[in-house]
């Protein structure tokens, strides 16, 4: 079945960068979006960037000029690179493919696919 598998989440200090990684499995990789949603404390879902089979991609204002979304159809990996994470970028973040929303609204948590989430704090 379709599984997507989080990594790299961690403590950062303010200003620094992480990159996230998600692994794929049970779906053909190289024809689906791939989009990464966070949930940061406090605050619901929200979209942070979408990565296209044609190769776009998109970034909503969440986190837009600070993440990178890039993807490997050979590994069936993709990737979220953050840099000048800020105390308000806390929170939990997801892979996700299928899921319902539009990126200028919400995902629909009861839609598509998700991983399990890993948690990103950003404290000093």
């Known amino acids: 079945q379709l599984q997507l598998v989080e990594s790299g989440g961690g403590l950062v200090q303010p200003g620094g960068s992480l990159r996230l990684s998600c692994e794929a499995s049970?779906?053909?990789?190289?024809?689906?979006?791939m989009s990464w949603a966070r949930q940061a404390s406090g605050k619901g879902l929200e979209w942070v960037s979408g990565s296209f089979p044609d190769g776009s991609t998109h970034y909503t204002d969440a986190m837009k000029g600070r993440v990178t979304i890039s993807r490997d159809n050979a590994k069936n990996m993709v990737y979220l690179q953050m840099t000048n994470l800020k105390a308000e970028d806390t929170g939990v973040y997801y892979c996700?493919?299928?899921?319902?929303?539009?990126?200028?609204?919400?995902?629909?948590?009861?839609?598509?696919?998700w991983g399990q989430g890993t948690q990103v704090t950003v404290s000093s």
């Open positions: 049970g779906l053909t990789f190289s024809r689906s979006v």
């Open positions: 996700t493919t299928g899921v319902r929303g539009a990126y200028y609204l919400a995902p629909e948590r009861d839609s598509g696919y």
